[in-house]
């Protein structure tokens, strides 16, 4: 990861810098800040591509500037054809952004294989241009400052004290004069595909093995977490077949009731994977729980939930190895169906369920894995958010998405059958990430959270808040934590995630699949 920030108009210079640093475990290798014109773009490097110090940002050109934190797929095609006219100094896939910004002005954006969000400075128009992916899985806010100028920034955190309201920066959109333009919408499907079932589970075992291949492709040590559940299984045995050597795997769970531990040693020793297990306490999550959720940025109880762990594991990595970049398996429930999903009235509606949840994504759990391995001074990659995979599972027919074969992303596992994976974990009911390191973690926030107050107490702190009102003493909790440290800016998350309570069998007051009717085995 790196942290970027860019200034239209240069505001107090202590503030800003002090603004700045609270992002720079996104880049702890070197810092910079560049006057351009009336403003300032800023870069805090994380080293993944190019470590020498000529790949370090921001890259100038002509009078033009970027920093970007992002990683651009197959760049060393499009530096081969920039080459002819332009001349680079470094190994670093970002320095053929502004040469491309030449070429093919706002244009790149949609020419860009890549998970990124940076900012150019034009120096003709003297002018910021921002721009971010199409699933938002690189993160970017905005605000504006008293002078009315516009401020981006990797984080939420950064724009505290300087914003009187901070936004996310949609994705898919780039800004230039004063305006947000949608370059790439993922979500919308002209017309289905009209391949088989057969054909349609090899495109998709294909256009994974692909999207994991080219994620692969790092300067610094790799890592993968592993759950033991499908996503992250698939990615370490392609990782595996790809590289053809062992892969470091990672995975935590409570001390008494890990679900996750039991099936990730499993597959590790399947893969034959150099795998670390993290025991984790009572006490490490509610001791951690403040710092997880300043750093989320959110309130949302799934997410914070969710994080806990994952937060926990990349402080290990980062604690005890050398990895500086993890694969994960975020994204593939979003597009393929979960627990709750199998309640869809119609395949239409599973469709629309699908658009929505992938649309919003970048409030959620894109939001948890960029953050809890940003902390830790880790680079996150997220294979099932290719955008060739995207595209494709989303022009599937939703009649052959849905859950008709008795088990939820029947169409991934079918994909991937052979010797991919043991059978068992292939075909394993997905337990939910938050339930499955312990559903002990859980159970203690909940009991943590009803000593925060008595339910008098409760009904009364709740009415402080008219957007996203809190309704159990769990989300108060996170709440008033949130609110700590991002006064005012609940509207930064769309609402709770949460199941579909407009489809029966949806309507509960916990986020957790573990509360749903489906369940079933997924938590043993």
Not at 190 to 206: M, V
Not at 256 to 265: F, M, N, P, T, V
């Amino acid at each position: 990861m790196c942290s970027i920030m860019g200034l239209e108009k240069m505001q107090d210079l202590q503030k800003v810098m002090e603004c700045f640093e609270r992002t720079v475990s996104r880049g702890p290798d070197m810092s910079r800040t560049l006057q351009v014109g009336q403003g300032m773009l800023c870069f805090h490097r994380l080293a993944i591509m190019g470590l020498s110090e000529s790949g370090m940002q921001p890259f100038t050109y002509e009078g033009d500037a970027v920093v970007c934190n992002g990683e651009l797929y197959g760049f060393r095609t499009i530096k081969e054809r920039l080459a002819e006219t332009y001349t680079f100094v470094s190994e670093s896939d970002c320095e053929i952004i502004l040469p491309m910004y030449r070429e093919y002005g706002l244009d790149m954006f949609q020419m860009l294989d890549a998970e990124f969000a940076l900012i150019i400075y034009d120096g003709k128009k003297d002018s910021l241009i921002a721009a971010r992916d199409p699933i938002g899985i690189r993160p970017l806010f905005y605000g504006y400052c008293q002078d009315g100028s516009i401020v981006f920034a990797s984080e939420a955190k950064n724009l505290v004290d300087l914003c009187a309201e901070i936004m996310p920066f949609p994705p898919g959109h780039y800004y230039a004069d004063g305006k947000f333009v949608c370059y790439c919408d993922l979500t919308t499907v002209e017309a289905y595909s009209t391949d088989s079932l057969e054909e349609t589970c090899t495109k998709i075992r294909e256009l994974l093995v692909k999207g994991i291949e080219k994620r692969l492709d790092a300067d610094a040590p790799l890592g993968f977490l592993l759950s033991g559940g499908l996503d992250s299984s698939l990615v370490c045995s392609v990782a595996t077949k790809v590289l053809n050597k062992p892969i470091r795997t990672f995975a935590i769970g409570m001390a008494k009731d890990a679900i996750d531990l039991r099936y990730a040693k499993e597959v590790a020793d399947y893969l034959h994977t150099e795998h670390t297990e993290i025991i984790m306490t009572r006490e490490d999550v509610l001791e951690a729980l403040d710092y997880v959720i300043y750093t989320l940025g959110t309130y949302d109880i799934t997410t914070i939930r969710a994080s806990m762990g994952m937060y926990l594991i990349c402080k290990a990595i980062h604690e005890k190895t050398d990895v500086r970049v993890l694969l994960t398996g975020e994204i593939s429930d979003e597009i393929f169906g979960y627990k709750y999903t199998d309640f869809a009235p119609s395949p239409e509606a599973f469709q629309a369920e699908a658009k929505k949840r992938l649309e919003e994504l970048y409030m959620y759990d894109v939001l948890r894995a960029d953050r809890c391995i940003s902390a830790n001074s880790l680079e996150a990659r997220v294979p099932f958010g290719d955008l060739d995979f995207v595209r494709y599972v989303m022009s599937i027919h939703p009649s052959i998405k849905q859950n008709s074969y008795g088990i939820g992303k029947y169409l991934l596992r079918h994909a991937f059958e052979g010797d991919w994976l043991p059978q068992a974990i292939l075909y394993r009911e997905k337990a939910a990430f938050s339930d499955a390191v312990g559903h002990s973690m859980v159970d203690d926030l909940k009991e943590y959270a009803q000593s925060i107050c008595s339910d008098e107490e409760f009904d009364e702190r709740c009415k402080k808040y008219d957007f996203a009102t809190p309704f159990t003493k769990e989300s108060l909790m996170y709440r008033e934590i949130f609110e700590k440290y991002y006064p005012g800016q609940a509207k930064m998350v769309k609402d709770f995630w949460m199941p579909n309570k407009e489809w029966e069998g949806c309507d509960v007051n916990d986020p957790s699949a573990r509360v749903l009717s489906n369940y079933g085995a997924s938590g043993k």
